[in-house]
């Protein structure tokens, strides 16, 4: 099945800081997904985003589907972006959805 | 709109035991997936039902299954439990057609011990 790797796998930043994360997979997709879970385990959609640049505030991502990488860029980091950062895929017709290890990232003031 | 929920927040049980878990899906959708999701992991995808039927089913044993009703809501059980089958239990629900990839969003889960 389809591999998902995320780096790094933690991170801390200094408040204000600017951080990217990314996202490989080993196969191409028709979905892409990236979810923030909060300290209580509630996922929370970040971005739908199978190809292509979105934004969204402070935060913003980049799909390269053809060379199999998604980034998450968070500027002004707030100690609310804390928690683990997800991406999630789904390869083919099947409804299988794989979610890589996370991001731990850790804002401090 | 209402999102989608879940129920009980926390559970406790013996080894060997039964379980149910219970998931609402958002408001206008057709299809939900449950997930299992142990400590420092990221979730595992168990089974989706897309109209009441099992669309799709990740490398479970068949002690886990599941039921859609017509209201789109659904249920996980877990029959003998383990003590390895400790962890969060997310449902997500989506609107989409049988195949195809579609947004997800997800409950608050469930989180499952079992002593």
């Known amino acids: 099945g389809i591999q998902v790797e995320q780096s790094p796998p933690d991170l801390i930043l200094q408040e204000g800081a600017n951080s990217t994360l990314r996202c490989n997979f080993s196969d191409s997709v028709n979905n892409l997904q990236w979810f923030h879970q909060n300290p209580w385990g509630q996922l929370i959609n970040l971005f739908y985003?199978?190809?292509g640049t979105k934004q969204n505030g402070r935060l913003s991502a980049t799909t390269v589907a053809t060379e199999r990488y998604s980034l998450l860029y968070i500027s002004s980091s707030q100690t609310t972006d804390s928690g683990v950062y997800f991406c999630?895929?789904?390869?083919?017709?099947?409804?299988?959805?794989?979610f890589g290890i996370g991001t731990k990232l850790q804002v401090i003031p | 709109e209402t999102g989608v929920t879940q129920s009980p927040t926390h559970l406790i049980k013996t080894r060997g035991q039964q379980v149910t878990l219970r998931c609402s899906s958002q408001?206008?959708?057709?299809?939900v997936s449950w997930y299992q999701q142990a400590l420092g992991q990221g979730p595992q995808f168990i089974f989706q039902y897309y109209r009441e039927e099992e669309n799709g089913r990740g490398n479970f044993p068949p002690r886990f299954s599941g039921l859609q009703f017509p209201n789109y809501s659904s249920e996980l059980n877990v029959n003998a439990l383990e003590l390895d089958d400790s962890a969060l239990y997310l449902c997500a629900s989506s609107l989409g057609e049988r195949t195809g990839a579609y947004e997800q969003y997800f409950g608050p889960g469930t989180r499952l011990t079992v002593t």
């Open positions: 985003i199978p190809s």
């Open positions: 999630a895929v789904n390869s083919g017709g099947y409804q299988k959805v794989t």
């Open positions: 408001s206008g959708h057709n299809t």
